[in-house]
C-alpha cells in the first residue's frame, strides 16, 4: 500500500532538526547524484544524518551520503540536503518528498533543487550546466503524483497553479550570475522518469519528441511540493552523459553520473552562491 505522510510524521521531522541546530535555514539546498561535495563550502555546519530523524527517507544509493547540513553559505542560513532518495528506491512519492514539506515547516522559503541528468537535447554534452526553465511531470501524468492523496489544507490548495514551477526573479539572477561568471548555462525543459533503468534509443526519440532537453529521476515531485506550500524553487541540471546519440549509443552507467558531477561542481557552486542575496 502506497505510504502517505502525515502532517504529524513531518512535524515531527522539523522539530528533531530545530532541536539539533543552532541555525534558522531559510534556503533550501538539495544535492544530486555525484553534487554532494557542495556541502562542504558551508560554514559552520550542523550534520543531521537523515536515518536520526524521524520519519525521515534514508537513501541506499552510492553518491548519496545521506545528511542534512545546515550553517552558512555567503551569509545565509542554509539547509543542504546532501543525498535524497528517489521513488525507484521502492518509497512512496509522498515518502520522496518529506524533507520539502519539512523545509517549509522550518521556515525555508526558497529551494534550490539540483540533479544529475542526461542530455536530450543535441546540443548539450556531459559537463554542462542546465537551468531547468519547465518541466515535464510524465510520472505525474501517469498517476504518481505527490499530492495524490488527502489535501492538507495548512500546506496549500487542493488543485494548485504549476504555471510557473521555477522563479523567473531567480532565472534571470542565474542567469546574470553565470554570463558575469563566463558559465555557459544552458536551459530547458526537465524530464521525470521513474528509472531506476536509463532510457532505450526508443524511450530517448520519444522524450525529445515530448519536448524535454533533459532526463533524470527526481527534481519534479519536489517542485510540485515545493509550489504547492508557496516555496520558490531554482532547478539546476548537471549533464552528466550525453543521450544524444540517435541509434543504439554509448552504455550509460552510475559511475559516469559520479564522474562528472567533478567537473559540474565548481560551475554549479558558483552558481548557487550568486543567487543567493547578501546578508
Ligand atoms: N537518464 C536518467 N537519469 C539520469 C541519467 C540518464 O541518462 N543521467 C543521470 N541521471
Do not use: W
Amino acid at each position: 500500500m502506497e505510504h502517505l505522510v502525515t502532517r504529524s510524521e513531518i512535524d515531527a521531522a522539523a522539530h528533531y532538526v530545530r532541536e539539533h541546530t543552532h541555525h534558522h535555514p531559510e534556503f533550501g539546498l538539495v544535492l544530486g547524484s555525484g553534487l554532494a561535495t557542495l556541502a562542504e563550502a558551508v560554514e559552520d555546519p550542523d550534520f543531521i544524518p537523515f536515518h536520526e530523524i524521524p520519519h525521515f527517507p534514508v537513501s541506499s544509493v552510492q553518491g548519496h551520503s545521506g545528511r542534512l547540513v545546515i550553517g552558512k553559505l555567503e551569509g545565509r542560513s542554509v539547509l543542504v540536503m546532501q543525498g535524497r532518495v528517489h521513488f525507484y528506491e521502492g518509497y512512496s512519492m509522498s515518502q520522496v518528498t518529506l524533507p520539502i514539506r519539512m523545509m517549509h515547516v522550518l521556515g525555508i522559503h526558497t529551494l534550490i533543487l539540483t540533479n544529475a541528468a542526461g542530455g536530450i537535447n543535441r546540443a548539450f554534452k556531459a559537463g554542462d550546466v542546465m537551468l531547468i526553465t519547465d518541466h515535464l511531470n510524465l510520472i505525474g501524468m501517469a498517476g504518481q503524483n505527490p499530492l495524490r492523496g488527502p489535501n492538507d489544507e495548512t500546506f496549500g490548495p487542493r488543485f494548485p497553479d504549476m504555471s510557473q514551477p521555477y522563479d523567473g526573479g531567480l532565472r534571470d539572477l542565474a542567469l546574470q550570475v553565470a554570463t558575469h561568471n563566463r558559465i555557459d548555462l544552458k536551459q530547458g525543459v526537465y524530464i521525470c522518469l521513474a528509472g531506476p533503468s536509463f532510457e532505450s534509443p526508443a524511450d530517448v526519440r520519444f522524450l525529445r519528441a515530448i519536448g524535454a532537453d533533459a532526463v533524470g529521476m527526481s527534481t519534479v515531485p519536489e517542485t510540485v511540493v515545493a509550489r504547492h506550500a508557496g516555496m520558490r524553487v531554482l532547478g539546476l541540471s548537471g549533464i552528466s552523459n550525453s543521450l544524444a546519440g540517435e541509434e543504439a549509443g554509448p552504455e550509460t552507467t552510475h559511475e559516469e553520473v559520479l564522474e562528472a558531477g567533478r567537473i559540474l561542481v565548481p560551475k554549479m557552486m558558483t552558481i548557487i552562491r550568486g543567487v543567493l542575496p547578501p546578508a
